[in-house]
């Protein structure tokens, strides 16, 4: 028996990866904090229960299709027609059912990458070709490469503002100047799933690129900001064209009776939510601030989380943060994002951060006389055998080019390549790269590093040994 034919390629897409659950701490610091997932972390406001409550009594019933009272109470709010809105499960369902109206086998979708994961897996789940275009290297979409790889195929452009997991937004003129470069036949989604967390007066709101362009549409959601991601309820702002054919993909009742009460209890709750928004983006300033404090390089974030280029050491900081009862969502080897949550949460990542900063910015080791101390994040450092520093670096490509260096000899190669003035003699690249001569300065050794006067170093290196922080 061969069983039932599947769709091969099925096999090949990414898996989601949802933000993994609480943890409790190895260290005894009690129950765990849960900023994996970019939820919001207040339970939900009693008038919004009290809703839920009252439909409840009536889920026997199949609820309304066409989510008649929550596109009004959407239109109303946001000054557009009910023609121009559909609404789904999620954002991400609502993704898909625009998929379904827009791409053939075959079409291309183009987004940034990294940005969120469901994109690739909904792209191809849809048959299209995803064009992911890398983010530069502060982190933010490369909207001159993005209009760049629109082809004739193309069909969908998706922007992430701000993105997930960096952060990061786009600002209104350049935006403007990208979509003036994207043809009218091929639609623009702005995913502001962190509409709502946004303070830069710089970062446009998608309704009023929305407004003036056939082609362009909002997508938001009421899981973030207003607090029902376990309810499922997002919706599309886009010309009634486009509104109409989302609608016409979208699964029957996807959307419950339960959630169509709760959005619009929540569109009433206004106030409440907005106080609410207002603590997480303190909390942000202070986990931004604290962070940036303790050493680490950020993006200024415009939602709720922040993203750390951990690197190599994602897994490891992910570990370290899940002893302290912190369960964060590391990338691969290339970061980490961070949820804000409530202030003890906060609390909780940023002790555990500090220990982090403090444990890594103390490594570093001795080459012929040279100390190379790789800073977090932040910055690499050579210094002589007195403290003295002979070069700074302070990038993240060159983050990325230590992060591939397997050997100190090449790690100092690399350094000294990116700062050729601070070059010390040839013999000594040609000694550090026979990697021989490495060892570890014992305490008291070379002296403080310059800007660390009161960190000693602790740790004894080998070149080869992945102990080695070889991002920091
Ligand atoms: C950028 C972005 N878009 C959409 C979503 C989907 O949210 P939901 O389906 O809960 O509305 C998320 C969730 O993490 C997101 O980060």
Not at 134 to 145: F, I, K, N, S, Y
Not at 197 to 221: E, H, K, M
Not at 312 to 336: I, K, L, M, Q, W
Not at 357 to 364: E, K, N, Y
Request: charged fraction near 20%; aromatic fraction near 6%; hydrophobic fraction near 40%.
């Amino acid at each position: 028996m061969t069983g039932p034919r599947l769709r091969q390629d099925l096999a090949q897409l990414p898996a989601y990866t949802p933000g993994r659950p609480a943890v409790t701490g190895t260290s005894g610091l009690g129950p765990g904090h849960k900023l994996s997932s970019n939820e919001n972390p207040y339970p939900p406001l009693p008038s919004v229960l009290q809703a839920v409550a009252e439909q409840s009594a009536a889920f026997n019933r199949y609820p309304d299709m066409s989510a008649t009272h929550l596109t009004a109470a959407l239109a109303s709010r946001f000054d557009v027609p009910v023609d121009d809105i559909a609404v789904g499960a999620g954002s991400v369902g609502v993704l898909g059912q625009i998929l379904a109206a827009v791409v053939a086998p075959g079409d291309e979708v183009v987004y940034a990458w990294r940005s969120f994961e469901a994109y690739p897996i909904l792209v191809q789940v849809a048959g299209a070709t995803p064009v992911p275009v890398p983010l530069t290297p502060d982190e933010r979409h490369d909207l001159g490469a993005m209009a760049a790889a629109v082809t004739d195929r193309t069909r969908l452009v998706l922007v992430c503002s701000p993105n997930n997991p960096t952060g990061t937004a786009v600002r209104r003129a350049e935006f403007e100047q990208f979509l003036d470069r994207i043809p009218d036949d091929v639609l623009v989604v702005i995913d502001e799933a962190y509409h709502e967390f946004v303070t830069d007066p710089d970062v446009p709101d998608g309704l009023d690129l929305y407004r003036g362009r056939s082609n362009v549409a909002v997508l938001r959601t009421f899981s973030k900001a207003y607090g029902l991601a376990g309810l499922r309820v997002g919706y599309l702002i886009a010309h009634s064209p486009v509104a109409a054919a989302v609608r016409r993909t979208a699964p029957p009742f996807a959307v419950t009776a339960l959630a169509q009460a709760a959005a619009i209890a929540s569109l009433s709750a206004r106030d409440e939510l907005h106080d609410r928004v207002d603590a997480l983006n303190q909390g942000r300033t202070r986990v931004e601030a604290a962070l940036t404090g303790q050493g680490w390089a950020l993006v200024p974030s415009q939602a709720n989380f922040v993203w750390l280029r951990t690197g190599r050491d994602s897994a490891a900081f992910t570990a370290a943060c899940a002893a302290n009862g912190v369960t964060v969502r590391p990338y691969g080897d290339e970061g980490v994002r961070v949820s804000i949550g409530t202030p003890d949460a906060d609390d909780a990542f940023l002790a555990t951060a500090a220990a982090w900063r403090a444990q890594a910015c103390c490594h570093w080791v001795l080459v012929s006389g040279y100390v190379v101390a790789i800073e977090y994040g932040t910055s690499y450092r050579v210094v002589n055998a007195r403290g003295q520093v002979r070069s700074t670096l302070q990038a993240n490509q060159t983050f990325d080019m230590l992060a591939d260096s397997r050997d100190l000899g090449a790690l100092l190669e690399a350094l000294l390549r990116e700062t050729p003035a601070a070059s010390p003699p040839e013999s000594l690249i040609a000694k550090a790269g026979s990697s021989a001569s490495i060892a570890a300065p014992g305490p008291g050794g070379s002296g403080p590093l310059s800007g660390e006067p009161d960190r000693p170093p602790t740790s004894q290196h080998q070149v080869a040994d992945r102990q080695f922080y070889w991002a920091g």
